[in-house]
């Protein structure tokens, strides 16, 4: 069992940045493959980034992509989601997510956070 807790959300206007961290509570956190999706209000959840177990592939939404990074710190058993350049349409409670192979499918995971609410003004 792998228990997940993200942080890091809040209100941020247009344009800044944001980090999201998941911290897992197993020490085999860096035998999993790790995924970030998110869920706007009336809409499925969608796919944001996903990183190997082993660091060394990564990713990204066609939406995120060359805005936000993921990158992942197995001594931590944490998981982190950098969120650049911001936008209104990025509004949505994000989690982590973790899994036996990287994937961009939700349903290859396992294991979820509660998620973390991002709202970005305009």
């Known amino acids: 069992q792998v228990q997940l807790v993200e942080s890091g959300g809040g209100l941020v206007q247009a344009g800044g940045s944001l980090r999201l961290s998941c911290a897992a509570s197993r020490r085999t956190f860096s035998m999993y493959a790790m995924g970030w999706f998110r869920q706007a209000p009336g809409k499925e959840r969608e796919f944001v980034a996903a990183?190997?177990?082993?660091?060394?592939?990564?990713y990204y939404a066609d939406s995120v992509k060359g805005r936000f990074t993921i990158s992942r710190d197995n001594a931590k058993n944490t998981v982190y989601l950098q969120m650049n350049t911001l936008q209104p349409e990025d509004t949505a409670v994000y989690y982590c997510?973790?899994?036996?192979?990287?994937?961009?499918?939700?349903?290859?995971?396992?294991?979820w956070g509660q998620g973390t609410q991002v709202t970005v003004s305009s």
């Open positions: 997510a973790a899994g036996a192979v990287r994937s961009t499918r939700a349903s290859d995971y396992g294991y």
């Open positions: 990183i190997s177990w082993t660091s060394g592939s990564t």
